[in-house]
């Protein structure tokens, strides 16, 4: 039993350090480029950007983390529905983060009302059928409306990894060498069609106009400085090729009918 913990320990110790030199790497590659991470871009800049009084949001798989915080959906009093595959994920979200709540699969969900705004973070890449998904979250889209989704490429070596490992070996080998992780990951991830110009093309065969954001950054290795040093130079190239589809991760944004449309549904909620 001693030898396990002082194994632990060891390794616990191994990922600290190689940790900390990833990080000054990390830092390093900031420094001389504009990259940023996606996720921070998306809950700071995209989300907001999107955001206005009265609008009626889904928060796709956000159960017991919205995405939305709740002095936010106050302060432009908000309609937010929470839509989640567990009951108990959603139960556990803060107190008025969802007006109302449905549990269901995204893919064959009741949804019967119709949203200005439909967000998911992280969601997608754990759904076996995005096509479906996506046309039944773009069904649920109002006139004027938007949908904007935070995706992991399937392209990215994460992923990829992930994929060949299967979703056990992949829960055990995240939650030993990110115990921190054991809250919010592992879920099992399939990463259908979760490339930008696939998750584009869905869109637009529901009739959506798109665009997409990716981002060149992620921290997945950073347990190993060296390997890690490797993906931050494959990372920096992609980003300097313009390679999209090779992107560590994405945003799509979607919207459905022209300006006048988005206009009318503005002055409807002011």
């Known amino acids: 039993m001693e030898t396990g913990k002082e194994a632990g320990s060891l390794l616990h110790k ?4 190689n940790r900390s030199l990833s990080r000054g790497l990390y830092l390093m ?25 009265n609008a009626r949001v889904l928060d796709v798989g956000g159960g017991k983390y919205p995405i939305i915080d709740v002095q936010t959906k106050r302060a432009l009093n908000l309609y937010v529905v929470g839509l989640d595959i567990s009951a108990d994920e959603l139960a556990r979200a803060p107190a008025d983060a969802y007006d109302k709540v449905i549990v269901g699969d995204v893919t064959t969900a009741p949804i019967r009302e119709r949203f ?23 069904s649920a889209l109002d006139e004027g409306g938007t949908m ?13 990894l992930s994929r060949c490992m299967g979703p056990e070996m992949s829960r055990s080998v995240l939650f030993r060498i990110y115990p921190e992780k054991r809250s919010s990951g592992g879920f099992p991830a399939y990463y259908d069609r ?24 992620s921290e997945y290795f950073n347990f190993f400085a060296p390997l890690y040093a ?7 190239t ?4 313009k390679a999209e589809d090779f992107a560590e991760t994405f945003v799509v944004i979607a919207r459905k009918g022209d300006e ?9 909620a002011a």
């Open 148 to 160: 904007a989704h935070y995706i992991p490429c399937r392209r990215a070596l994460f992923a990829a």
């Open 116 to 138: 200005d705004l439909i967000l998911s973070r992280t969601l997608l890449e754990h759904v076996p059928d995005t096509s479906r998904a996506i046309a039944t979250l773009a």
């Open 194 to 217: 979760c490339i930008p110009s696939e998750m584009a093309r869905l869109c637009r065969e529901c009739g959506l106009q798109v665009e997409t954001r990716a981002y060149f950054e």
């Open 29 to 53: 590659a900031e420094r001389v480029t504009s990259r940023r991470p996606g996720v921070v871009d998306f809950e700071r800049n995209v989300v907001p950007g999107l955001l206005f009084p």
């Open 230 to 236: 490797l993906e931050l130079l494959r990372q920096l």
């Open 238 to 241: 992609m980003m300097w090729l």
């Open 14 to 17: 191994f990922v600290a350090l």
């Open 260 to 268: 006048l449309a988005k206009m009318a549904l503005l002055s409807r």
